[in-house]
């Protein structure tokens, strides 16, 4: 499969439910709108996540993930793009399955809005360790 074709059928999607009546947890083209928010707002969280990481390490932090501390600090621009492209293609993996259940039991539409909760709670911990850190 070409790019040319991912392109065409991003742009034109044409699956929107399974291809039989039993297929109830099929991979679509057409996912519900309500993915959407928790999608940017996940994105969004990453790119916060990845301003406070390097604000925190001005004040003597340690990145603790070791393929971000890899780019950290000589390169924050590789920092940045890697972060976001990680966060991204997993994202969109989620997305793609989000009709698929984990283990047979956990919907793929939650584990998207735990990771949402999960990027809460971490912007929420760095934000008062920088509170912490600041004189």
Not at 26 to 34: K, L, N, T, Y
Not at 93 to 107: D, E, G, N, T, Y
């Amino acid at each position: 499969m070409t790019l040319a074709a991912y392109w065409h059928g991003a742009r034109y999607p044409r699956r929107r439910a399974g291809r039989r009546a039993t297929d109830h947890r099929a991979v679509v083209d057409w996912h519900s709108p309500r993915l959407l928010i928790p999608a940017f707002a996940i994105l969004g969280l990453c790119v916060l996540d990845a301003v406070l990481t390097v604000m925190l390490m001005k004040h003597g932090a340690v990145e603790l993930n070791p393929v971000m501390a890899w780019f950290l600090p000589q390169n924050l621009m590789g920092f940045a793009l890697s972060k976001l492209a990680l966060t991204g293609g997993g994202l969109c993996v989620l997305v793609a399955c989000s009709r698929m259940r984990l283990f047979r039991k956990i919907p793929g539409e939650v584990v998207i809005y735990a990771v949402l909760v999960v990027y809460v709670w971490l912007i929420s911990y760095e934000l008062r360790l920088l509170e912490l850190a600041a004189p």
